[in-house]
């Protein structure tokens, strides 16, 4: 591994100081669990990591009468556990508790799942699905970014060298509002979705008034199954409904074949898996 220099500032400004001065040269840690690995292997070769440990606001879960603000230091085992985000929003809860192990989990953070940005990062789609806006601090202030805009590639955000991500908005959830988050893996825990799917259903006068449906490792970024969405607005959220949008979604889906499984393996999977989440969204967004 390369040397580098270690800093741990106190607070945002100071860090964003620091982003500033270095250029594209520095990198954030939060948990490590992606970064650590990559300057391990080279992949990486910053001449400054900043250790976002010191600056407690960054790991902030709190319920606001609007939704929900999730500090960008959150770890995945804080989110899996906390009881406002399993009431109220229980596929990211869902999705916090597929992040590797018990002990990955307990270091890994939201804001890294998101900015590692790999295509097949678990909590990107229920955060898509919840409609979530990433909130940016950088030297001209702070931006709010929708969390479907957020990711511009494979391992690419928009993101600039001077910016970092502090915390996630959530909206409040509807009051017949319900969704889940499947993924498939080979193994049991300790791999990378092969398919991810999560959905979000909001249901009014015995219709769907809102579907959201989002989709990992189908694509070089996370994406919406639009066709999917429209197609169950505004219906009665019936078998055939839900099977209609499960076809409609892997349209969606641009799979590649790879070792993990086969570009059709992948389309067979985001219709089993959008099948699954939205019956399992509207028994919740009927209790």
């Given at each position: ?168 908005v959530l909206p409040p959830r509807g009051v017949r509002s319900g969704g889940h988050y499947l993924r498939h893996t080979p193994r049991r825990e300790l791999d990378i979705a092969v398919v991810g799917v999560a959905s979000q259903l909001t ?85």
């Amino acid at each position: 591994m390369r040397r580098f220099e270690l800093a741990l500032p106190r607070n945002i400004p100071s860090c964003l100081k620091m982003l500033a001065e270095r250029g594209g040269d520095a990198k954030l840690v939060a948990g490590g669990t992606d970064l650590l690995p990559q300057l391990k292997n080279a992949l990486l070769r910053p001449s400054l990591v900043i250790d976002l440990s010191g600056i407690s606001e960054l790991r902030r879960i709190r319920a606001t009468r609007s939704g929900m603000r999730l500090g960008a230091a959150a770890t995945a085992r804080e989110i899996e556990l906390h009881a406002d985000v399993r009431a109220r929003y229980p596929a990211l809860a869902e999705s916090g508790a597929l992040v590797g192990s018990v002990q990955i989990r307990n270091l890994a953070t939201v804001g890294g799942n998101l900015c590692n940005a790999a295509p097949s990062a678990d909590m990107a789609p229920p955060l898509m699905a919840l409609e979530a806006e990433a909130v940016v601090a950088g030297p001209q202030g702070q931006r709010r970014v929708p969390i479907e805009s957020f990711f511009t590639g494979v391992r690419r955000t928009v993101l600039a060298h001077d910016e970092m991500l502090t915390e996630l908005v959530l909206p409040p959830r509807g009051v017949r509002s319900g969704g889940h988050y499947l993924r498939h893996t080979p193994r049991r825990e300790l791999d990378i979705a092969v398919v991810g799917v999560a959905s979000q259903l909001t249901l009014s006068d015995g219709v769907c008034a809102k579907a959201r449906i989002a989709l990992a490792a189908v694509a070089p970024t996370p994406v919406r199954a639009l066709e999917a969405e429209r197609a169950l607005e505004g219906q009665p959220i019936t078998p055939e409904a839900i099977e209609r949008a499960a076809e409609l979604a892997v349209g969606a889906a641009r799979p590649i074949s790879d070792q993990r499984g086969s570009a059709d393996f992948r389309r067979h999977l985001v219709r089993v898996l959008t099948r699954r989440t939205l019956g399992t969204a509207l028994a919740r967004a009927s209790h």
